[in-house]
T-cell receptor, first 113, second 115 residues
Framework: AQSVTQLGSHVSVSEGALVLLRCNYS??????LFWYVQYPNQGLQLLLK??????LVKGINGFEAEFKKSETSFHLTKPSAHMSDAAEYFC???????????FGSGTQLTVLP | EPEVTQTPSHQVTQMGQEVILRCVPI?????FYWYRQILGQKVEFLVS????????KSEIFDDQFSVERPDGSNFTLKIRSTKLEDSAMYFC?????????????FGPGTRLLVL
């Protein structure tokens, strides 16, 4: 079975500062990894995904994530936070044998002026 | 841009009542999913559906739950006799195919409150 751990249920950064949201996964087979963002009163929107083509994945809104197999991590970063980045971020994992996403518990990002 | 839609956005019901949550997946997608998120907890997989039958279901998806694609556009989740613990946000999703790397596109959710 797959699992995802997101360290830090709440993260606060100042506008213009680096954003780092942590995600570690557990999987006995090669995983596919996803970051979704949820703005208030909206659904889950895909930010980026890792499908084994490249370990550094670039997504929308300036976000990127690096797959590190040795660390079983897929942390999400953005060099400079914007007020509009304030949202909840979810890391998720899937595998070829299961048509379902397993989510982490989410990280609420607050951007301070 | 195509999107998944869900109705209603909010539903309040009495314990023991039946509810039907509705979803319209992206039109050319073939795989459909329901997830739920109890307040303060993780988003959890309930069920996946392909070719008019359930592909996978979780332990949560017991006999009280059922899914249906009644026509060419709608995908529904029925809870036969709601319990207090069914209160949650329910998300519908769809994907082009069922491979693990395929992106699932989510709707905005239905917030269900069981009193």
């Amino acid at each position: 079975a797959q699992s995802v751990t997101q360290l830090g249920s709440h993260v606060s950064v100042s506008e213009g500062a680096l954003v780092l949201l942590r995600c570690n996964y557990s999987s006995s087979v090669p995983p596919y990894l996803f970051w979704y963002v949820q703005y208030p009163n909206q659904g889950l929107q895909l930010l980026l995904k890792y499908t084994s083509a490249a370990t550094l994945v670039k997504g929308i809104n300036g976000f990127e994530a690096e797959f590190k197999k040795s660390e079983t991590s897929f942390h999400l970063t953005k060099p400079s936070a914007h007020m509009s980045d304030a949202a909840e971020y979810f890391c998720a994992v899937s595998v070829d044998s299961a048509r379902q996403l397993t989510f982490g518990s989410g990280t609420q990002l607050t951007v301070l002026p | 841009e195509p999107e998944v839609t869900q109705t209603p956005s909010h539903q309040v019901t009495q314990m023991g009542q039946e509810v039907i949550l509705r979803c319209v997946p992206i039109s050319n997608h073939l795989y459909f999913y329901w997830y739920r998120q109890i307040l303060g907890q993780k988003v959890e997989f309930l069920v996946s559906f392909y070719n008019n039958e359930i592909s996978e279901k979780s332990e949560i998806f017991d006999d009280q739950f059922s899914v249906e694609r009644p026509d060419g556009s709608n995908f529904t989740l029925k809870i036969r006799s709601t319990k207090l613990e069914d209160s949650a946000m329910y998300f519908c999703a769809s994907s082009d195919n069922g491979r693990g790397l395929e992106t699932q596109y989510f709707g905005p959710g239905t917030r269900l409150l069981v009193l």
